[in-house]
């Protein structure tokens, strides 16, 4: 009988894994932080009003939860979100849960129409940047990242604005950040950066 109830539970997980492939997922849900977990600073990240508001001093919000056990390989992703003035974060991809710090693993896309950084909203963060804006402060946009192998597109309200091959744009080895597998996370930067995010949804691809 437990060979049996195991063979079950094996089948309606395959299942479910093989529903989310090639479909949207919203990853947050607008009333809590469930499949999410806080580093460092927790209360730079809460919910208003059914959007995520993030600002505060230095955090991230990883993704823990079941869609594709938190772990993606090839994937799109598409957040729809707004930036205040002079307000700085990020999207990290393939990265891990870390308690404290910068994420030391994956690749960081950056959020910013206006901070003093000169990395802009779609850079892949020092490997492949981007200098001009493309949307404004305080109006809502989508930010789509799709990977496929070593290969990461960046979209700003579907138009392709970043590019990046690591195959041919990385010089050097840099250890963790690169390309492999892993989670995603929100960034919060610093306490004068504010920035809402409504939507963060995932569609796993092919491997």
Not at 58 to 82: C, I, P, S, T, W
Not at 173 to 184: F, Y
């Amino acid at each position: 009988m437990k060979n049996l109830f195991s063979l079950i539970a094996c089948f309606l997980i395959s299942m479910s894994l093989s529903a989310q492939s090639g479909e949207w997922i919203e990853l947050f849900n607008g009333k809590n932080f469930d499949g999410w977990k806080i580093s460092e600073n927790p209360g730079s990240f809460s919910i208003e009003d059914g959007l995520l508001k993030v600002n505060g001093p230095r955090g991230h919000m990883f993704y823990e939860g079941a869609v594709g056990d938190h772990d993606f390989n090839n994937f799109e992703l598409q957040v729809e979100l707004k930036t205040m003035p002079q307000a700085n974060s990020g999207i990290f991809i393939h990265t891990e849960f870390q308690e404290k710090g910068w994420p030391n693993i994956g690749h960081e896309i950056q959020v910013n129409q206006s901070h003093g950084d000169w990395r802009k909203t779609g850079s892949v963060y020092s490997f492949k940047d981007v200098k001009e804006t493309f949307v404004k402060d305080d109006e809502w946009y989508t930010e789509t990242i799709i990977v496929k192998g070593d290969q990461v597109t960046v979209l700003v309200n579907g138009k392709v604005i970043n590019e990046y091959d690591e195959s041919e744009d990385r010089e050097g080895d840099l250890g963790t950040k690169k390309l492999d597998h892993g989670t995603i996370a929100l960034q919060a930067h610093d306490p004068n950066s504010v920035v809402y995010y409504k939507s963060v949804k995932v569609k796993i691809l092919p491997d």
